[in-house]
C-alpha cells in the first residue's frame, strides 16, 4: 500500500515548481495582454485616452505651424537671429 509520508520530502520540489510555473503564467499573460478583466478594461480606457490626446495635440501642432501665422513666426525668429 502506499504510504503518504513518501511525498513529503518532495513538497518543496513540488511547491518551488509551482511558483516558477505561475510566475512564468504572469509573465506570458502581460507580455501576450491575457490580463485579469478590470486590467484589461483600464487598459483598454487608457489607450483610448491616449490616442484621443496625442490627435489632439497634432490637431494644436498642425494649427500652431500651419498658416499665415507661422509665416510671420518664422519671419521673427529670422529678424533675431540676424541680430
Request: glycine share 4%; charged share 35%; aromatic share 8%.
Amino acid at each position: 500500500m502506499f504510504e503518504a509520508w513518501v511525498l513529503i520530502p518532495l513538497a518543496p520540489f513540488l511547491l518551488a515548481g509551482l511558483a516558477i510555473w505561475t510566475r512564468h503564467q504572469s509573465k506570458m499573460a502581460e507580455k501576450y495582454g491575457h490580463l485579469p478583466k478590470g486590467i484589461s478594461e483600464d487598459t483598454d480606457r487608457m489607450r483610448e485616452e491616449m490616442q484621443y490626446l496625442k490627435d489632439r495635440v497634432a490637431t494644436l501642432e498642425k494649427i500652431a505651424t500651419d498658416g499665415r501665422e507661422s509665416r510671420l513666426l518664422e519671419d521673427e525668429i529670422e529678424k533675431l537671429r540676424d541680430r
